[in-house]
């Protein structure tokens, strides 16, 4: 355990940020069931009201990512001022071309030129959202794939899709980025036309520095090593962005660090390694998670602490003593290094720096004793709860 935390680690976690999903708030849940929540946001606005008490109780989610259309609004700019108003600003805009019949076999990489050009022109409407609201990232997830073989030919999607990512890319603003989420499967089960990272680097690669690859940590196969895409990715400096979430099985969208803490410290130690920390890389840690069965708010909080939580140990890492060990082939020592450094309890500083940075020490208990939850289950009745659809 460690009571107090150097200031060189102090120094680097006060100047991290994670961006948390607009979805996280509303209503989710499997394709058997989505239970609602008392208080559930039913607007844009309320959701980034929701994500801003995130942000004052931790200090560490200054930004909300949107998704279109889910969180379309008649006037962004006023969405904006709302964030500004609230403390927080709007992050990553994701696209989204799963969800309209149209695109049953495919958006981007469709046969059908009408449907490429329809998928186009909403990821330009994404741009204009952009424009509107301040954001320098369009995040695009393709649920395009089939789902046997002879289907689809592979190939030539390949080629349809270079070419309408080179669409999009071509009106990218000067300062604005786009970054291309892979995933091997779901909901295509044979071929996925992004299915992984080598996939998603040879499109970015070909369309140039403005296009960066987004990492999901619950798109890969299990046993996948992630840190060494992560290791690899920006060693490429093409990591753009994280969608962090905890996956036991598939693509379950649960609580970051709470399947597998030891991999989220692993991927943090890479990050770290790679200069991802440093705010001129440009890396984008977003969380990408549903709550279907706890509590919202807390759910971000608690997940936006554990990101918070591994990264202070990676940065305990004593480098160069396992940079000596390593050099030396010491295997062992090399090791003790790294779980020295994943088994060091961090909680008791981070609460002590937390209050010396005007926070809650306990953001957790905070929340829960603030009333902000039954204020919000008292005030939003009635409406249609925000969800997957809207
Ligand atoms: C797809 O599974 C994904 O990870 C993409 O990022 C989508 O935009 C997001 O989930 C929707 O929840
Ligand atoms: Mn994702």
Redesign the pocket.
């Known amino acids: 355990m460690t009571t107090t935390l150097p200031t060189s680690v102090q120094d680097r976690l006060a100047h991290q940020a994670v961006e948390v999903?607009s979805?996280a708030f509303g209503n989710?849940g499997t394709r058997f069931k989505v239970f609602g929540t008392p208080g559930t946001p039913r607007t844009p606005e309320e959701k980034i009201a929701d994500a801003a008490v995130v942000h004052r109780l931790t200090g560490l989610a200054p930004k909300v990512a949107l998704?279109i259309p889910w969180d379309r609004v008649d006037d962004f700019g006023a969405l904006r001022r709302h964030a500004e108003d609230l403390g927080v600003a709007i992050g990553t805009i994701?696209?989204?071309t799963?969800q309209d019949d149209i695109y049953k076999f495919g958006s981007l990489t469709h046969v059908d030129p009408s449907v490429r050009s329809t998928a186009i022109e909403h990821h330009l409407e994404c741009l204009e959202v952009m424009d509107a609201t301040g954001s320098k990232d369009l995040?695009i997830?393709l649920?395009d794939g089939t789902n046997y073989p002879g289907q689809g030919d592979i190939r030539g999607r390949q080629d349809r899709l270079a070419e309408s990512l080179q669409t999009i890319y071509d009106r990218l603003g000067e300062d604005q980025r786009m970054v291309l989420?892979y995933?091997f499967f779901?909901p295509a089960f044979y071929h996925t036309d992004v299915p992984d990272w080598g996939t998603s680097y040879v499109h970015c690669a070909a369309l140039g520095p403005k296009a960066t690859v987004?990492l999901?940590t619950?798109?890969h196969a299990p046993g996948t090593n992630i840190e060494f895409i992560v290791a690899q990715l920006l060693r490429l400096g093409k990591l753009g962005s994280f969608?962090f979430?905890s996956r036991f099985y598939a693509?379950d969208?649960l609580i970051v660090g709470a399947a597998d803490p030891f991999q989220l410290f692993r991927i943090m130690v890479e990050v770290v390694r790679g200069g991802g920390l440093d705010p001129e890389t440009g890396v984008v840690f977003m969380l990408?998670q549903?709550h279907n069965v706890e509590e919202k708010i807390p759910g971000q909080i608690r997940s936006v602490l554990n990101v918070q939580e591994m990264t202070a140990r990676a940065l305990l890492l004593d480098r160069a003593a396992l940079t000596a060990a390593q050099d030396a082939g010491d295997v062992l020592g090399a090791h003790q290094i790294m779980m020295d450094a994943f088994y060091t309890d961090v909680r008791p500083a981070l609460a002590t720096w937390r209050e010396s940075c005007g926070l809650p020490a306990d953001p957790m208990d905070a929340y829960a004793t603030s009333g902000y939850g039954e204020s919000i289950a008292a005030d939003r009745v009635g409406g249609a709860p925000a969800g997957?659809g809207a």
Do not use: L, Q
């Open positions: 999903p979805w989710s998704h994701n696209s989204n799963f995040k997830w649920a989420e995933k779901e987004c999901d619950g798109h969608d979430n693509d969208d990408d549903c997957w």
